[in-house]
């Protein structure tokens, strides 16, 4: 079964700062997922990639499938960025779901 | 618009007093999952359907049970809730039967707590 690592568990930086959060896991995979959950609990999906590098706004998601992981940058952060960032995989072992990996908490001071 | 809709946001029950959480969509998704989250912890996953297609997970306890009655609608019940079945459920659904090959889109989930 998957393992997913992150790190690190918890983040506080100052507005405007390149954020980087990092996921490993232990089974190759064909996609890993980027989430945010803001408090209150809502899942918002944020990326999925299988290879490279994808771009929305200020983030970027990034993932080396050879070397099983993947990074989540966020430039010129803001407040409004604060949320707990999940990656999430494959379970493996033949299951459909996904393995979820503990969070990231990020706090985005003004 | 929402596009996963789960009702009631806040639920609370007694302990051992049946409960049921619901989920609906208007995606149209094969998919339905339903995760449990409990505090500062990684969603889990309990069960999903694929269209109606049953799949639970090793470890769900039997005091979880769901219902798919059609496509949009998918049930989570607890038949005897204990106390430490407080947590919050999230639904989600995929296009795709296997999770890693299509986004999960998740509704704002049901926080439970058991009294």
């Known amino acids: 079964k998957n393992e997913v690592e992150q790190s690190p568990q918890n983040l506080t930086a100052q507005e405007g700062e390149f954020i980087t959060i990092n996921c490993s896991y232990s089974?190759?995979?064909?996609?890993l997922h980027w989430l945010q959950q803001h408090p209150g609990g809502g899942i918002v999906s944020l990326f999925m990639l299988s290879s490279g590098k994808k771009k929305h706004g200020r983030l970027i998601a990034t993932i080396n499938i050879q070397e099983k992981h993947s990074s989540l940058h966020i430039t010129a952060s803001h407040p409004r960025d604060s949320a707990v960032y999940i990656c999430a995989g494959p379970s493996g072992g033949g299951a459909d779901g996904l393995t979820f990996g503990k969070g990231t908490h990020l706090i985005i001071q003004p | 618009d929402a596009m996963v809709i789960q009702n009631p946001r806040y639920q609370v029950t007694q302990f051992g007093k049946p409960v049921t959480l619901s989920c609906s969509q208007t995606?149209?998704?094969?998919?339905m999952y339903w995760y449990q989250q409990k505090s500062s912890q990684a969603p889990k996953l309990l069960f999903h359907y694929y269209d109606k297609d049953f799949n639970n997970e090793a470890d769900t306890p039997d005091n979880f049970q769901s219902r798919r009655p059609n496509t949009s609608f998918c049930f989570l019940d607890i038949r005897s809730p204990g106390l430490g079945d407080a947590a919050m459920y999230l639904c989600?659904?995929?296009?795709?039967?296997?999770?890693?090959?299509?986004?999960?889109?998740f509704g704002n989930g049901t926080r439970l707590t058991v009294t």
């Open positions: 995606l149209n998704h094969n998919v």
């Open positions: 989600a659904t995929s296009r795709d039967v296997r999770a890693a090959n299509s986004p999960l889109h």
């Open positions: 089974v190759g995979i064909s996609a």
